[in-house]
């Protein structure tokens, strides 16, 4: 089996003096697709907050065995993604620019576009995020995240508020970058990228438990 990627035990964050996540256990392996599932409220969303290294938990540990550090290697795409007040170009590639990446920038541009959905990528490079539909801005926002080429790739609730084109184009985009070595942990209510990912799934709550 392949090795363990994410080791967390006792997991433990609270927010507001709220207790938000209580997890005992939780283990990814590299290469996998995880989906975390259950009701609002449950933790998934700072379950992959606390996986993209974005903050920590009051207690408990979470290890990550990748060959680099984890926040570096893993890569979040939020449910209401923010794009700067740049041209679609600028927001895809920044990423590449703040870690002085040589990569071809055009071409990262364009692969990135193309994997998910857009069949002319040049058509929206200069255009502003006031510019685009809903589902292009989550789809563009996927793309800056795939042109860091990710280990990890978490993503929370990625098809829930976009219409049904750009969510078969994210479902796609998604499996190609698992496909590519990718690990993939996504929260989600759609059971279609849990199906198409073959995504081991986990419901968080009160009596958070695998499903298999």
């Not at 993939?184 to 990228?193: E, F």
Request: net charge positive; hydrophobic share 40%; aromatic share 6%.
């Amino acid at each position: 089996m392949s090795k363990l990627l994410y080791e967390g035990r006792d997991l433990v964050q609270i927010y507001g003096g709220r207790k938000v996540l209580d997890m005992p256990l939780f283990e990814v392996r590299k290469g996998e697709a995880v989906a975390l599932t259950g009701p609002n409220g449950c933790g998934k969303s700072t379950l992959l907050r606390l996986l993209a290294f974005l903050e920590r938990p009051v207690s408990g540990e979470l290890r990550y065995a990748g060959a680099g550090t984890g926040r570096r290697e893993a890569t979040l795409l939020l449910q209401d993604p923010y794009l700067l007040r740049m041209s679609v170009f600028s927001n895809v590639v920044l990423g590449l620019r703040l870690r002085h990446d040589a990569a071809s920038l055009k071409l990262v541009y364009e692969q990135c576009m193309r994997a998910t959905g857009f069949d002319n990528p040049w058509d929206f490079a200069e255009r502003g995020p006031g510019e685009l539909s809903g589902g292009e801005r989550q789809r563009i926002a996927l793309a800056s995240r795939l042109a860091l080429r990710p280990k990890v790739l978490l993503l929370d609730e990625p098809t829930a508020n976009v219409d049904a084109s750009s969510a078969r184009a994210m479902v796609r985009a998604i499996e190609n970058c698992r496909s590519e070595g990718a690990t993939v942990v996504c929260a989600t209510h759609d059971p279609a990228l849990i199906r198409t990912l073959g995504a081991r799934e986990i419901r968080l709550g009160r009596h958070w438990n695998e499903v298999n």
